[in-house]
């Protein structure tokens, strides 16, 4: 990947967690039914970008983004869990 990609790449990605964070910390998480299913590949190609910044810098931040995503992801994992139960 170009340098200018990875810049794109990393930009995209630090907005993604914010969505991420803002959607935790607000309680929206009960309204994971309105989160389309291809957003989880956003968000996994997400966390795959933080989690290679953290191993090449160590950057603490980047971790905590990983995680935040990480979080994100196991919360609509269970939604589609329970959606599947009948």
């Given amino acids: 990947m170009a340098y200018e990609d990875q810049s794109i790449s990393e930009g995209i990605a630090k907005e993604i967690e914010a ?3 803002n959607f935790l910390s607000n ?3 009960a309204r994971t039914d309105t989160v389309a299913p291809f957003t989880h590949y ?3 190609r997400t966390s795959i970008i933080f989690t290679d910044i953290h191993q090449r810098t160590y950057s ?3 971790d905590e983004a990983a ?3 990480n979080r ?3 919360a609509l994992g269970e ?3 329970a ?3 009948r």
């Fill in 19 to 21: 969505i991420a964070r």
């Fill in 27 to 29: 309680g929206d998480i």
């Fill in 42 to 44: 956003t968000l996994y």
């Fill in 60 to 62: 603490r931040s980047a």
């Fill in 67 to 69: 995680k935040t995503i």
């Fill in 72 to 74: 994100l992801l196991n």
């Fill in 79 to 81: 939604r589609w869990k």
């Fill in 83 to 85: 959606a599947g139960k």
